[in-house]
């Protein structure tokens, strides 16, 4: 079966949740971690997901990976293509939205986007071209204050129009409403009149699915993961996706289960609080051991003997006092990446030992652990909680490994059990 739907994601944490929401949506899918190695074997999959790091990378340098990620997807044989950007649009007026838009068009020889970051079950929704989070306009919302890409506008026709070079136009919230017809026909208005963007309202999943099947035959979307709900239905409409029940289906490798937690997010925190009443945990204590290869070694001890069918859990996390004292002590990004470094060697000496399914808790943490690994695919599987899903990822010297990477703020207090418990048989 050829690879249908193709992505290129500007970060890591996006693209997962673009992924999950395609398995979802009865698509086998495969997500890549950075440009494929153009010698690589295809993965076996109805779309795959590239996860570059290019939302706030330098223009040039996003708009190239982003270049070689769609020339990779389009030797894939990939029929569209979505540019997958964050559902607060997280962009400057120099980009990196607007350029990567405008030059994958351009690739693509494709003269018009639609443009919908909406993701209404996370309370971002689109009217009149105001990208709304909850109740609060864009930049009423706290992301007008964001370190790095501060989002002072709530007008997404202004804002693309803005970055990119082309024209930006509306399909507003009466035509989304009127279905998929109108929708298709403003959207070829649009392209008539020489705009190269139209920005869709959607504030219900509803708008979304109308926008998916409006945009069948559209090369290249731009949006947040909501995008993609409508898109698979269309395959199956045509004949070329079988009506996939079972998207999901991992084969799960035997072995010994860990979590390794580097977040320290209140709900990591709140979650190894609940995990240390029931299963094996060791709490590494990186302020009084400020060495990542000491805490690693003493983290190999301590399992030894404890491995099995239970989880360990093994969390370098810590209340914000004691790590505000490490930051002080080393600094800020020298404290993240002893921590990192020490839960990297932690993992990769877990994976030697056995341990073939593994929860890590935390963005960065999840990163420094994907690259130790060697991990560059994963397949993803079931959903644990909202926007995490079990993966199978091979590279690990070969080995399948079941991995479960989590942002720190996700998943509910049960979740370390939780992910375990749903891989026993009889679920
Ligand atoms: P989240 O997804 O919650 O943001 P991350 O893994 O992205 O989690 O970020 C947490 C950061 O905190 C990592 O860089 C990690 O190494 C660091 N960290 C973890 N434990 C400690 C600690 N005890 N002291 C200082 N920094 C820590």
Redesign the pocket.
């Known amino acids: 079966m050829p690879i249908l739907l193709g992505a290129v994601a500007d970060d890591f944490t996006g693209a997962t949740d673009l992924a999950n929401t395609l398995v979802k949506a009865g698509m086998r899918t495969v997500q890549m971690i950075g440009v494929p190695d153009g010698s690589a074997p295809l993965p076996d999959a109805d779309a795959v997901v590239v996860a570059l790091k290019s939302r706030t990378a330098p223009v040039g340098e996003a708009v190239s990976d982003s270049l070689a990620a769609l020339a990779w997807l389009r030797k894939a044989g990939v029929r569209q293509v979505i540019f997958k950007v964050c559902s607060t649009f997280d962009s400057t007026d120099a980009g990196n939205i607007g350029p990567v838009a405008d030059a994958l068009l351009d690739a693509l020889d494709a003269p018009f986007a639609p443009v919908c970051p909406a993701f209404p079950t996370n309370g971002r929704t689109v009217y009149q071209g105001h990208l709304f989070v909850g109740s609060a306009l864009l930049n009423e919302s706290g992301m007008e204050n964001h370190p790095l890409t501060p989002m002072t506008d709530a007008n997404l026709v202004r804002v693309l129009g803005r970055q990119s070079t082309g024209t930006v136009g509306l399909v507003p919230f009466a035509t989304i409403e009127a279905g998929a017809d109108a929708t298709r026909r403003a959207m070829m208005a649009l392209r008539e009149r020489g705009m190269r963007y139209g920005i869709v309202d959607a504030v219900s999943d509803a708008h979304l699915m109308t926008l998916g099947e409006a945009a069948a035959n559209i090369p290249l979307l731009v949006g947040g993961s909501g995008i993609a709900m409508g898109l698979p239905a269309n395959f199956v409409r045509d004949g070329s996706l079988a009506a996939t029940a079972g998207a999901d289906t991992l084969a799960l490798p035997a072995g010994h289960a860990a979590v390794v937690a580097?977040?320290?997010?209140r709900a990591?925190l709140a979650q190894i609080g609940l995990a240390r009443d029931a299963v094996p945990t060791l709490e590494l204590d990186?302020?009084a051991e400020p060495d990542a290869g000491a805490l690693a070694a003493r983290a190999l001890a301590w399992v030894e003997g404890r491995l099995g069918a239970t989880p360990v859990v093994i969390a370098?996390?810590?209340t914000p006092d004691?790590?505000a004292a490490?930051?002080e002590k080393l600094g800020r990004e020298a404290?993240?990446?002893l921590?990192?470094a020490a839960?990297a060697a932690v993992t990769e000496g877990l994976v030697a030992r056995g341990v073939r399914r593994l929860v890590v808790a935390?963005?960065?943490?999840?990163g420094a652990v994907v690259q130790r690994l060697g991990v560059r695919r994963l397949r993803i599987g079931p959903e644990i909680d909202p926007g995490v899903p079990w993966t199978l990822a091979d590279g690990a010297g070969g080995e399948p490994l079941l991995l479960a990477l989590k942002?720190?703020?996700f998943g509910a207090r049960d979740f370390f059990l939780k992910a375990f418990a749903m891989l026993e048989p009889g679920r």
Not at 262 to 265: D, E, K, R, T, Y
Not at 362 to 366: A, K, L
């Open positions: 580097g977040s320290c997010s990591t990186a302020l370098a996390s810590a004691k790590v490490l930051q404290a993240g990446a921590v990192e839960l935390g963005g960065e943490t999840s942002s720190g703020n």
